[in-house]
């Protein structure tokens, strides 16, 4: 699937991940790079094979994932921000709660990220 011409979604390439003209180069990882504090003309010289309009059109592509007309979905998203987080920190512990097996580590919930503790 393509959007807009720059933006392909392939399951054979980042395991379908939203991708810059089929390149492995994640949207999410262009927007990761501009939120760190990166600039357009830093990504482009890190990454010479990209181009301004693929940082223009990851930008437009957040913006239209943004636009939703009700909150509905929102506690859905957030339990998948925090399964994902849970999964990048605490690895092992989604692989035990599916053994059976206690753990120690336990993974944060949203409310916890949320307060801050």
Same mark, same amino acid.
């Given at each position: 699937?393509?959007?807009? =011409?720059?933006?392909?979604? *392939?399951?054979?390439?980042?395991?379908?991940?939203?991708?810059?003209?089929?390149?492995?180069?994640? +949207? @999410?990882?262009?927007? @990761?790079? $501009?939120?760190?504090?990166?600039?357009?003309?830093?990504?482009?010289?890190?990454? @010479?094979?990209?181009?301004?309009? *693929?940082? $223009?059109?990851? $930008?437009?592509?957040?913006?239209?994932? %943004?636009? +939703?007309?009700?909150? @509905?979905?929102?506690? %859905?998203?957030?339990?998948?921000?925090?399964?994902?987080?849970?999964?990048?920190?605490?690895?092992? %512990?989604?692989?035990?709660? +599916?053994?059976?097996?206690?753990?120690?580590?336990?993974?944060?919930?949203?409310?916890?990220?949320?307060? =801050?503790?």
């Amino acid at each position: 699937m393509k959007m807009n =011409g720059r933006i392909t979604i *392939d399951p054979a390439i980042c395991h379908g991940k939203p991708c810059i003209r089929g390149l492995r180069y994640p +949207v @999410e990882n262009i927007l @990761e790079w $501009l939120a760190s504090g990166m600039s357009t003309e830093e990504i482009l010289a890190d990454y @010479e094979d990209l181009e301004r309009e *693929d940082i $223009l059109a990851a $930008l437009s592509y957040a913006a239209r994932l %943004t636009h +939703v007309k009700r909150l @509905e979905h929102l506690p %859905t998203y957030l339990d998948e921000f925090v399964f994902r987080f849970n999964r990048r920190f605490y690895p092992m %512990t989604a692989f035990a709660s +599916v053994l059976g097996i206690g753990m120690n580590v336990v993974g944060p919930t949203y409310r916890r990220l949320y307060d =801050g503790e």
